[in-house]
């Protein structure tokens, strides 16, 4: 199952149909519009082998109890030492803070300056209960979404109400009042598979088009389905809109084949498959002189890494994937900042290592909103050296 994470890499950065693009998030991308993977559950648990994830701290897993928590307020993820959401919720909050005279005015984003402030903020969200009420927030992401989708209704038989107007009299109010409802998408899926588990309509969504603007990042992964066969076996297919597959992608295939047993297990039914869809699948190219380079350079970096593959391919040979990222490291702009933000040259080092056996998850026996960090134990996980960079926002 990691060789499909590998293949879907080498796809990315080598396929006809592949572009150079200018990101949102001030870096180029190499991307590739529209792929798929199917991981079997029932062989192991699909956590990347390649390089070495966040196992011992469980992070991935801090980041889906958060979701099924529903609150969006990041002091959790920073007390359990997951920093995912620090940058996006840092950024988001950022403007306010500086009004507030909390940080100075001016950062250029992932300068010296910024990152210093971005670490003393999550410093600052972890250790300091107010700071994180008042500035903690990501916004109506997905946390809100999951547990308590909004839904507006009138209020029947209203009564009759008045406002002022501007000269200070009262007038009939001409309009509804309605009240809040909060939909739990999380319990409806349970429930609606234990009613008719080879059902269609089992899907929760994040994208909710009222509150994209006020979340710190609208979801990536944005929209998931499950289903059942007449045996019991249950399925989960995950769209993700936007992939940042060197970063993202390794948390989202092992949070989802994690929440797959998770939903399977609450609904009496087996985990059997999950399947992975994805939009906009790319790696970054980090920021500023370097990213100008990747785009001069694309069809030459894209021609070196096809012949890299195609030597795999003939004789099993993965050393000329270091070559390129000595190639690259040797030519591109470098300030001791951008190529920490380079991901093309993270992949490339996993794609010099030979995937190692799948791993096993164990989940506790418990419903999903009583899970703690505890509850998820990895047996047997064997992996390469730890490949770092740093996260684009």
């Not at 590739?32 to 062989?43: C, H, S």
């Not at 609208?218 to 970063?247: I, K, V, W």
């Not at 030459?300 to 012949?307: A, S």
């Not at 026996?365 to 996260?391: A, V």
Request: charged residues 25%; hydrophobic residues 35%; contains cysteine.
């Amino acid at each position: 199952m990691v060789q499909q994470y590998l293949d879907y890499s080498l796809d990315i950065l080598t396929s006809p149909y592949s572009n150079f693009k200018g990101g949102s998030k001030d870096s180029g991308i190499i991307s590739l519009f529209g792929y798929q993977n199917r991981y079997d559950l029932t062989k192991g648990f699909p956590l990347i082998t390649t390089k070495q994830m966040p196992a011992k701290s469980k992070s991935m897993f801090t980041e889906l109890l958060w979701f099924l928590k529903g609150n969006t307020n990041i002091e959790y993820m920073e007390k359990n030492n997951s920093p995912v959401w620090r940058a996006d919720a840092f950024q988001h909050n950022l403007e306010k803070m500086t009004d507030a005279g909390i940080y100075p005015k001016g950062m250029q984003k992932y300068s010296p300056e910024w990152t210093v402030a971005k670490e003393n903020y999550g410093k600052r969200i972890k250790e300091n209960h107010d700071f994180a009420m008042a500035w903690g927030d990501a916004g109506p992401i997905y946390p809100k979404q999951w547990r308590r989708w909004s839904k507006f209704s009138p209020l029947e038989n209203q009564e009759q109400l008045y406002v002022k107007n501007k000269d200070g009299e009262f007038i009939p109010f001409e309009g509804k009042v309605y009240k809040e409802e909060q939909i739990d998408q999380v319990k409806n899926m349970i429930e609606g598979l234990k009613k008719k588990p080879t059902g269609k309509k089992h899907i929760l969504t994040g994208w909710n088009v009222a509150d994209l603007n006020d979340m710190s990042l609208p979801p990536c992964h944005l929209l998931f389905q499950a289903t059942a066969n007449e045996n019991g076996e249950m399925e989960m297919e995950l769209y993700q809109r936007s992939c940042d597959s060197f970063l993202g992608v390794p948390f989202n295939i092992a949070q989802y084949a994690a929440l797959t047993q998770i939903i399977a297990k609450e609904a009496g039914m087996t985990p059997k498959t999950f399947v992975h869809t994805f939009g906009d699948a790319h790696f970054y190219t980090s920021i500023g002189e370097r990213t100008m380079w990747y785009k001069n350079n694309f069809k030459e970096v894209q021609g070196k890494i096809r012949d890299a593959r195609d030597l795999e391919k003939r004789t099993g040979d993965k050393s000329s994937y270091l070559e390129i990222v000595e190639w690259i490291n040797k030519r591109a702009p470098a300030d001791g900042n951008m190529e920490d933000y380079d991901h093309v040259t993270a992949i490339l080092e996993q794609l010099a290592n030979e995937p190692l056996g799948l791993c096993k998850l164990e989940i506790a026996d418990k419903p999903f909103d009583k899970l703690e960090l505890n509850d998820f134990t990895i047996k047997d996980y064997k992996h390469h050296q730890r490949i770092s960079r740093k996260m684009c926002v």
